[in-house]
């Protein structure tokens, strides 16, 4: 099944401890985003990657870093994590063939205490 | 001037009645133009696209576009409980960049 997956769905943490959320899909897309989305505030892109080692700011990129060492990974890392980041996160996968359409991850609820 | 504007609603519309959402956009390069459906806790999923000027239709779903105005609306006929959920415009402003609107909820009431 063609999916992208996405962990943990759920975390709850402290200020200042380093986090990292896994995102995976196995539809060999090249481009790979992450998101957050927060009430009245829509989507918001915070990195993307157009390809294995190409990655490149989004909208909101402060206070988070990504990388793209394998096709099918993207991982998102909060190096210290700070409650303004507490928000529900949503990686997402696309190719630029069949209209752009993009697939979404289930998402990941994260509070930051 | 946001880049993508909707109502967010909610928009209350009658079990059965036709269901208009609506979009603004400042982007005029803007080339690809889409609807997702959110429900509450879940994902966006992807409802329709739409490429060229003119309407498009999928089921119950018609999409409509007007680049000279710079809206682009979604019609949803027969409309069921089922459709209740919040509903976002994106639109594709580069090769890269998706914009999403902030969304309109949308409650179809029995």
């Known amino acids: 099944e063609a999916q992208v997956t996405q962990n943990p769905r759920y975390l709850i943490t402290v200020t200042g401890k380093k986090l990292t959320v896994t995102c995976s899909q196995n539809m060999n897309h090249e481009y790979m985003s992450w998101y957050r989305q927060d009430p009245g505030l829509g989507l918001r892109q915070i990195y993307y990657?157009?390809?294995?080692?190409?990655?490149d700011k989004g909208d909101v990129p402060e206070g988070y870093k990504v990388s793209r060492k394998e096709k099918r990974n993207f991982p998102l890392i909060l190096e210290s994590p700070s409650p303004n980041q507490t928000s529900l996160y949503f990686c997402?996968?696309?190719?630029?063939?069949?209209?752009?359409?993009?697939?979404f991850g289930p998402g990941t609820r994260l509070t930051v205490l | 001037q946001k880049e993508v504007e909707q109502n967010s609603g909610p928009l209350s519309v009658p079990e059965g009645a036709i269901a208009s959402l609506n979009c603004t956009y400042s982007d005029r390069g803007s080339q690809s133009f889409f609807w997702y459906r959110q429900y509450s806790g879940k994902s966006p999923e992807l409802i329709m696209s739409i490429y060229s000027n003119g309407d498009k239709e999928d089921g119950r779903f018609t999409a409509q576009l007007n680049k000279a105005s710079q809206y682009v609306s979604l019609l949803i006929r027969d409309s069921q409980p089922s459709d209740s959920a919040t509903y976002l415009c994106?639109?594709?402003?580069?090769?890269?960049?998706?914009?999403f609107g902030s969304g309109t909820r949308l409650s179809i009431r029995p």
């Open positions: 994106a639109l594709g402003s580069s090769a890269s960049k998706i914009i």
């Open positions: 990657s157009m390809n294995v080692e190409v990655t």
């Open positions: 997402a996968s696309r190719t630029p063939a069949g209209g752009n359409e993009q697939f």
